[in-house]
């Protein structure tokens, strides 16, 4: 998998990656999931590389040739998941609100509790979808954040 531009990149990716992680560079429990060769070779390097196998070289000729791909710039193409005979809209909100009355049992087991402090919860949620529905973005949210399966779980 090829991860940096050219192998120079590489301290640059470690720290953006770590900063990520949520750990420091000299972490030892930091995950090393990349290393200095993970990045975008030079024909000469790949020809360098595979000299003692050119039928590999070939085949990545081969696999280029049929690559053809036109992608229209400004335009989402996801997945749609099923959302019955609601919208995504509709289908988002309805979620989302079954999930904040799940958290808030967990939250507050005692029901008085629950909804005394209901109104802050109800207030930030709804500034949330207000947020990401003139966007156009309830379809975009589920598989940005890979949670489509998570939440039909």
């Known amino acids: 998998m090829c991860a940096l531009s050219t192998a ?3 301290d640059a ?3 953006r990656v770590a900063i990520h992680d949520g750990f420091t560079l000299d972490d030892p429990k930091r995950p090393r999931n990349y290393s200095p060769q993970q990045y975008m070779r030079s024909e000469e390097e790949m020809c360098e ?3 003692d196998i050119p039928e590999a070289l070939a085949n990545t000729v081969e696999i280029a040739k049929r690559c053809n791909v036109t992608v229209r710039l400004g335009e989402y193409f996801l997945p749609q998941f099923p959302t019955g005979d609601m919208s995504t809209e509709d289908y988002l909100v309805k979620r989302a609100k079954e999930g904040l009355e799940e958290r808030l ?3 507050f087991p ?3 509790e629950r909804l005394k402090r209901r109104p802050e919860y109800d207030e930030r949620l709804d500034t949330e979808l207000q947020v990401i529905k003139p966007d156009g973005l309830p379809g975009l949210l589920p598989h940005r954040y890979g949670i489509y399966p998570v939440v039909e779980r």
């Open 8 to 10: 120079a990149t590489f």
């Open 13 to 15: 990716h470690e720290i």
């Open 49 to 51: 590389l595979f000299a």
């Open 105 to 107: 049992a967990f939250l």
């Open 110 to 112: 005692d029901e008085e």
